[in-house]
C-alpha cells in the first residue's frame, strides 16, 4: 500500500504482491480525509469505553 499527499490531497494506492498490478487507487481531499479519520477514531474510542464498562 502506498500513501503520499499530492496537490492537497491525500491519495491511497493498493498493490497486487505478486504482480505489481494496481488494485485500488483512491483520492480525497486532506480536510475530509482528517474528519474521516477524526470520526472513526472518536467511534473506536467509544467502542472502547464501552468494553471497558
Do not use: T, Y
Not at 494506492?13 to 479519520?37: P, T, V, Y
Not at 474510542?45 to 464501552?50: G, I, N, Q, T, Y
Amino acid at each position: 500500500m502506498n500513501m503520499f499527499e499530492k496537490d492537497g490531497r491525500i491519495h491511497l494506492q493498493l498493490m497486487h504482491m505478486d504482480s505489481g498490478r494496481m488494485l485500488m487507487d483512491f483520492s480525497i481531499a486532506k480536510e475530509m480525509f482528517n474528519e474521516l479519520r477524526d470520526h472513526i477514531i472518536e467511534h473506536l474510542l467509544a467502542f472502547k469505553m464501552e468494553e471497558l464498562k
